[in-house]
C-alpha cells in the first residue's frame, strides 16, 4: 500500500479506533477521549474496517483548494503591480486594484504574491542590524561616560541623575555618582574624583548632550563647551557618538543599573544623594566582580592610563584650580578662557 500521510489528530484517531475495534476500549470512552459524538464514532468505525487506517485522513487531503485563485489572475493582479504600484506596500496595493480595477483580494494574498515576486520584503527580511563596534584593546583607553535621569530611591526621595563612567575593554564602572542634573560642574566634579582614583584616559566616548558639544556653533563660536576645554587642556580627547547605539555598553549598564541599583538602595534604606554616594563604592565593587570582562592587554602609559604624577600636599589639582576659577567668574559675573 505504501506510505500514507496522516496528521497527528488523523493518527490518533486511528489508535483509538484500532482499540475499539479489537474490544480493549468502549465507544463512550472512544468518544470521550477523541471529543466526538458516539454516531460520529460509528460513522468513522465503519470506514475504518472497510477501507482501513488511509480512510480516516481527510478526503481533501492533496487536492487543490476549492477557492484558489486562478494563475490567469494572479499574473494579472502582478502585472499591475509591477507598472503602477511596485513601491506600494501590500494593503494600499491591495486597496488600489480593489478601488480602481476591479481586482478584490485580501491583502494577505497580495503581501504573498509581492514577497514571492521579490517585490515586497517581509519585516524579518527588512530587519537592519548596527554593526557592534569592537572593544578597545587596552584598559582605560576610551571611557564612556553618560548621564541616567531616574527615580532612583523610588517613592523615598526625589528623582536626580546618577552619572555613569565606564570603561569601553572591559565594562568595569569606572565611577559612579549621584547628582541633581547633568551639568557642567556635576561632570567636573566626576571627572575630578575620577581623576584622582586612576588617572587620565586617552579619550572619553559621550552623548552629544550640551555639556560636551554646543548644538549650533557659528564664525563666533566654535562647539567646543567648557568642559571641552578643559579636557583639551588635560589632553583627553572627547568623542561625541552620532547615536545611543553607538555607546551601547553604557546604555546597557544604565539599564541594569536601574534595575538592581535600585533594589539595592531599597534593601538598604536609602533616601538621599549623599548617603546614595556612600553606598555606591560598595556597589561598585560588587558589580564589576559580577559583570566586567578580563583585560585583554595591561595598562601602560603608551596604550592605557596617562600617568598624572602626584602633587605636593597642600597644591590643588588642575580641575580643583579650574572649578574654583569658574565659580570665581560666576560669582563676579565675568567670562574668561580656562587656563589650567
Same mark, same amino acid.
Given at each position: 500500500m505504501g506510505w500514507v500521510a496522516m496528521s497527528e489528530r488523523e493518527f490518533n484517531r486511528v489508535e483509538v479506533l484500532a482499540q475499539v475495534d479489537d474490544g480493549r476500549l468502549s465507544v463512550d470512552n472512544a468518544a470521550h477521549m477523541l471529543d466526538l459524538t458516539r454516531r460520529q464514532i460509528f460513522r468513522l468505525l465503519k470506514r475504518y474496517r472497510q477501507d482501513g487506517a488511509s480512510a480516516i485522513r481527510h478526503k481533501a487531503r492533496g487536492k487543490p483548494p476549492n477557492n484558489r485563485i486562478h494563475h490567469a489572475k494572479l499574473d494579472y493582479a502582478m502585472s499591475v503591480i509591477r507598472e503602477s504600484y511596485a513601491d506600494f506596500g501590500p494593503t494600499l496595493a491591495a486597496e488600489m486594484l480593489a478601488e480602481h480595477h476591479g481586482f478584490k483580494v485580501s491583502r494577505e494574498t497580495i503581501r504573498k504574491w509581492m514577497q514571492e515576486d521579490g517585490i515586497w520584503l517581509s519585516r524579518k527580511q527588512r530587519r537592519t542590524f548596527h554593526q557592534p563596534r569592537l572593544r578597545r584593546e587596552c584598559f582605560?583607553?576610551?571611557?564612556?561616560? %553618560?548621564?541616567?535621569?531616574?527615580?532612583?530611591?523610588?517613592?523615598?526621595?526625589?528623582?536626580? #541623575?546618577?552619572?555613569?563612567?565606564?570603561? %569601553? !575593554? #572591559?565594562?568595569?564602572? &569606572?565611577?559612579?555618582?549621584?547628582?541633581?542634573?547633568?551639568? #557642567?560642574?556635576?561632570?567636573?566634579? !566626576?571627572?575630578?574624583?575620577?581623576?584622582?582614583?586612576?588617572?587620565?584616559?586617552? !579619550?572619553?566616548?559621550? %552623548?552629544?548632550? @550640551?555639556?560636551?558639544?554646543?548644538?549650533?556653533?557659528?564664525?563666533? &563660536? @566654535? %562647539?567646543m563647551t567648557q568642559f571641552g576645554r578643559a579636557l583639551a587642556e588635560l589632553n583627553i580627547e572627547i568623542i561625541c557618538a552620532n547615536s545611543s547605539q553607538a555607546k551601547g555598553r553604557v546604555e546597557r549598564a544604565n539599564h541594569t543599573l536601574q534595575d538592581r541599583l535600585v533594589k539595592e538602595l531599597r534593601i538598604a534604606g536609602i533616601s538621599n544623594m549623599e548617603d546614595g554616594n556612600a553606598f555606591l563604592e560598595g556597589f561598585v565593587n560588587r558589580y564589576n566582580a559580577k559583570f566586567a570582562k578580563p583585560k585583554v592587554k595591561p595598562v601602560s602609559a603608551k596604550n592605557g592610563y596617562k600617568k598624572t604624577g602626584r602633587r605636593p600636599p597642600g597644591r590643588p589639582s588642575k580641575m580643583e584650580a579650574y572649578c574654583e576659577r569658574r565659580r570665581a567668574e560666576r560669582a563676579a559675573g565675568t567670562k574668561a578662557e580656562p587656563n589650567i
Open positions: 582605560g583607553e576610551l571611557i564612556q561616560i %553618560d548621564g541616567s535621569d531616574h527615580r532612583w530611591f523610588e517613592d523615598r526621595g526625589d528623582p536626580c #541623575t546618577l552619572l555613569v563612567f565606564i570603561d %569601553d !575593554a #572591559t565594562s568595569t564602572l &569606572m565611577e559612579l555618582r549621584f547628582v541633581k542634573t547633568e551639568s #557642567t560642574f556635576s561632570y567636573f566634579e !566626576a571627572l575630578e574624583s575620577y581623576l584622582l582614583k586612576h588617572g587620565r584616559p586617552v !579619550a572619553f566616548y559621550s %552623548d552629544k548632550h @550640551t555639556v560636551f558639544r554646543f548644538p549650533k556653533p557659528n564664525e563666533h &563660536m @566654535t %562647539d
